[in-house]
């Protein structure tokens, strides 16, 4: 029996404890690599599933955002054609500008044909004024001669639309938005005769509106007109009738049958875009709103297709339906499963669309964007990941038995005689390896010797003291980041907040005078939108050619130089004094400026009323004492040309000459009294009262005169007023002015019209005639002291007038043009 040596027992031991764990280790490391291969395969499909589902509600939100964006673009439209004169050439022009892209099929269900063509965005542009009556009416590129009056809505396009009643009940500045609006089409009418909707190319189309509407104002605050733009419901189509989730991303026409498509939906549920058109909200020839698809819907209507769909009540086609819309509706955005009604099991997701119109209300959501997607074709990428997955596990597995058998030559060759040298300081290695994973970078392993095993060590100690000094480094850094950031985000609101609070507009250029940022008190100045993009400053202050001229000069010279200048314009009958202000921008090697713009009309009116009020005082302390120094002689004077007419009783002649004498004295003493009367008026003793029975009383005076002068007097005087504190006798001799002036003006008859009526907070008196008027130029000189156009009369009388009115806090307009009659418009405050 041959003796067994240390070398074979070690031998033997080692085949025994090394190769039958290393057959074992195999085998559970083939049943472990298979469960791994499963769960791989389970959780790449997880994955892939959740980023296809994330990347497919990612796409419904941005096509809703596109929506909400557009819609608005729409609304500012709307308030661009409110600016513009009610001229049926401007409507033309803006239709004709206002245009997009439509994708769509043309040509035969045999041979179709795929056409891209730029088309107006509005079928309809309507200036109706306030009692309905449409007073120009663009419609598809024509003016027509059909003007209707809709606020009967038996006269409108569709029978029963209401969106001029909507719009009449809105503030300034608010915006109706109609649903979509059109007739239904039925599915025999689109399909004519095809199985597909994809398929029919000559079937009927869907066509509907959005109607936009807006209230416009006149200052006193009376509603002037309506205006309406009609969208055209092609261009809503556009946002989702092209999308597929495919790889083809986009096609002229969706197929239906494979649940790849995307619909829109209103805030209400009603599907408003959709391949298959009698699914989308439309109305019956009379007008009426066709009902929704449900289970109470008839075996007839379902085969003819009037059935819109509605997904608040679409919960027996699945009950999935009114999640999306509820979920849209509340501002969420998801995916589910769904199956449509023609049995298509797919994946969709949604998002709903951010809009509100300005002033119309406090709901932002406006509808909901869905895109859908097979729920085979939607697995696919994850079937064939996992199928990839279990060939390279498989093919992994051959290879891993292979180097297994090779691995069991290698032990048994040389293995066992590296053990016992390397499992000690291995073990070491692994503990401190532990170590710093739970934690401790400052781990050492204390290995000796100078194999490869030791310089392991030593290399384990050095990477360990590396990571905990670059980890040290680390975390002061991270504390320096964190208190710069706080420092820049401190610093970025605090001159934000000084940057859009300042009272004064600030616009900044670069060295190519393109305006690189606008805060708020310049846009409002200004009357500017908001600057997306870098614009040229003079395309941008387009809008303002004064403006423009006032700067162009300053543009040409030095940057670092400092320029100011004041500017007078006029806008919408205003006079506007601005402060334009270049300076130089203060960062290193920057060519560029900073304008800032000051509206100081209000401070400019304060110094001319302060002024003119100081000429106004200064001239009734002159006017009181000339007319104190000429009362006492001139009644001298009278008192001696009447006694010395007494004595010519024989000189008829001498006595007529004294009479005319003593008649220009009388007139004298009436100017001076005057003069009097304007210097020295008491100030105001004010009492609650009613504006009307003064207004009467004056009437009852001229009523006469009037009749003689064959001028009609028209009465227009609410009873009662509020009441509010005044001086009817002050306010008598303020309107007897008016009145009298009024009357002059019309020396060969006319109508005389006098109106009082309480507007908001205010009562409001109108006086106005037909008489001559009065030119612009004069206008503004009609109340300064001793300016007449008479040829008799001191020129007081206004002057007088508008001393009483501003006694009670109120204040004078004045509306004038020759030949066409003078309106004075008194305001007093209730207040």
Known sequence: ????????????????????????????????????????????????????????????????????????????????????????????????????????????????????????????????DPDGQEMLRIVEGEVSTDLRDVSDLANTTYLTEDYFLQARRLPAGGVYVSPVTGWHVGKQEQLAGEMR?????????????????????????TLQAVVVLSLDHRHLMEFTQHITPTEKKYVVFPSYESGNYAFMFDHEGWIITHPKFWDIRGLDSDGRLVPPYTTRSSPEEVARGAIPYNLLHAGFIHPNYPVVAREALEGNSGVVDVTNVGGSRKIMAYGPVFYRAAGGGTDSIWGGVTIGAELRQFHQSAIETSSVIQQEVTRFMHRSWLLVVFTMGVVFLAAWRLSRSITGPLERLMDGTRAMARGNLRTEVAVKGDDEVGRLAQAFNAMAGELNHRRERLMKTLKALRRSRKEIIRERNFKQTVFENIETGILTLDGHHRVTSVNGPARSILGLGACEESLDLFNYLQDWPEVIEALRPALEQDVSRRWSQYLQVERNGRRITLRLTFLPLLAPRSSGRILTVEDLTERVNLREHLGRMERLASLGRLSAGIAHEIRNPLTGISIMLDDLHDRLLRNPDDQALIQRALCEMERLEGLVNELLTFATTAQSSLQPGDVAPVLRDILFLVQKQCERSNIMLDEDIQEPLPRFALDAAKLKQAFLNLLTNAIDAMPQGGCL???????DDHICVKISDTGEGIAPDRLPLIFEPFYTSKGEGTGLGLSITHNIIADHGGRIEVNSRPGGGTEFILWFPLG
């Open 1 to 128: 029996m041959p003796r067994l040596t240390l070398h074979k027992k070690v031998l033997f031991a080692f085949l025994l404890l090394a190769l039958l764990p290393l057959g074992f280790l195999a085998a559970y490391s083939a049943n472990n690599l298979w469960l791994v291969e499963d769960y791989l395969r389970r959780s790449a499909t997880e994955a892939l599933d959740f980023q296809a589902s994330r990347a497919l509600v990612l796409r419904a939100e941005m096509v809703a955002d596109s929506v909400a964006d557009f819609l608005s673009r729409v609304e500012a439209d709307l308030f661009d054609l409110a600016l513009l004169e009610p001229d049926a050439e401007a409507y033309l022009r803006f239709y004709h500008q206002h245009r997009r892209s439509v994708w769509y099929r043309s040509g035969t269900n045999r041979e179709p044909v795929e056409v891209r063509e730029s088309i107006p965005l509005y079928q309809e542009m309507a200036f109706i």
């Open 197 to 221: 909707p994809e398929d029919a190319v000559e079937g009927r189309k869907y066509q509907g509106v959005v109607r936009f509407a807006a209230p416009l104002y006149a200052p006193e605050g």
């Open 753 to 759: 019209e006098v109106a009082a009526a309480r507007v």
